[in-house]
């Protein structure tokens, strides 16, 4: 057993009577069937080892974590010329919200609230030939796992009561930020929002994050190491929204959570680590996830910090 295993069995028995006082998302109907006791934990490190517990095989839906895939994808095409569109800073605010849009002229504070990956969205439907195909296959070829797929049911779910998602695209529309038909736009979002995936298959995906953009298993270079920096950034600064500070000073680490329950980490230099459990505290992130990241970082006793 290597260091990692070890601490992560004990943390993981410990939690299996852990009091949650989180609620699964129910705003998305579909996410409402899901079995809230599902709990499931995937550390890779950077030579492919990869340590699973519980329900680590258990695809679940990524939800907003799919925003980081969008985002590398829409930076490898634009650049720095990504930041006309969409900005850098944290927003304090809820996932979804629409106040700082009408006061900030339409320009999402950043790509991993609501309206900043809808931007992303945007502009990946300008610039690949078949967006649907290819942000699967991007997923594909990270995890080189050709069997994860969207999920159309819960497709179809949150686009039957997208509501808000609708307003937010609405009001970029507005103010021009917006290119392409909105009903395209939002389909492809729901789609990469629909995208059903294990904690294992997730930790080998973001595992390049932690390696400078190089995938290291298969060597492909998938960010510049500027822009897997920067990106990296982006994760600490707003990868939980109106939390990311409580994050960053408890877990200590870059991540990205989803409304599905999971939360992805990367310890640069180290491992990538998936936690899924479906209970979300009131800031749309998973509660026991949070606790578990802050309790593997403080027995590792190490962080980025
Ligand atoms: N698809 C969800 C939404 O747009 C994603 C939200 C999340 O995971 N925070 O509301």
């Not at 969008?70 to 634009?78: D, E, F, G, P, Q």
């Not at 979804?96 to 609501?114: K, V």
């Not at 230099?269 to 936690?275: I, P, Q, T």
Request: proline residues 4%; aromatic residues 10%; hydrophobic residues 40%.
């Amino acid at each position: 057993m290597n260091q990692y295993e070890t601490v992560l069995h004990h943390i993981f028995n410990d939690f299996k009577t852990f009091e949650n006082s989180g609620k699964k998302a129910t705003y998305i109907p579909e996410l409402a069937h899901v079995d809230e006791n599902l709990f499931g934990v995937s550390l890779t490190c950077l030579n492919g080892t990869q340590i699973s517990l519980g329900d680590a095989h258990q695809p679940f839906s990524i939800q907003s974590i799919s925003k980081v895939f969008s985002l590398v994808l829409a930076y490898n095409i634009l650049g720095e010329d990504l930041w006309k569109r969409v900005d850098v800073e944290p927003s304090g605010d809820t996932f979804n919200s629409l106040i700082l849009l009408e006061l900030e002229l339409g320009i999402p504070r950043n790509p991993f609230i609501n309206a900043g990956a809808i931007v992303l969205a945007d502009i990946l439907i300008s610039h690949l030939q078949n967006p649907k195909e290819d942000f699967l296959k991007f997923i594909h070829q990270l995890t080189n796992d050709h069997s994860i797929q969207y999920d159309l049911k819960v497709f179809n779910s949150e686009k039957s009561v997208a509501y808000r998602n609708y307003s937010l695209i609405n009001l970029m529309k507005s103010f021009g930020n917006i290119h392409n038909d909105i009903d395209t736009v939002m389909d492809f979002y729901f789609r990469m929002c629909s995208v059903n995936i294990t904690c294992e298959q997730l930790s080998k995906a973001v595992l390049f994050f932690a390696n400078d953009g190089v995938h290291p298993i298969s060597k492909e270079q998938i960010l510049t190491p500027k822009g897997n920096r920067r990106i990296n950034a982006i994760m600490q600064l707003c990868g939980f929204y109106d939390e990311a500070g409580e994050f960053a000073y408890r877990v200590g680490l870059p991540g990205k959570s989803g409304v599905g329950g999971g939360i992805m980490a990367i310890h640069p230099g180290l491992y990538s680590v998936v936690v899924f459990s479906p209970k979300l505290n009131k800031k749309g992130n998973s509660t026991k996830g949070m606790a578990f990241l802050e309790r593997l970082t403080s027995e590792l006793n190490n962080s980025i910090f």
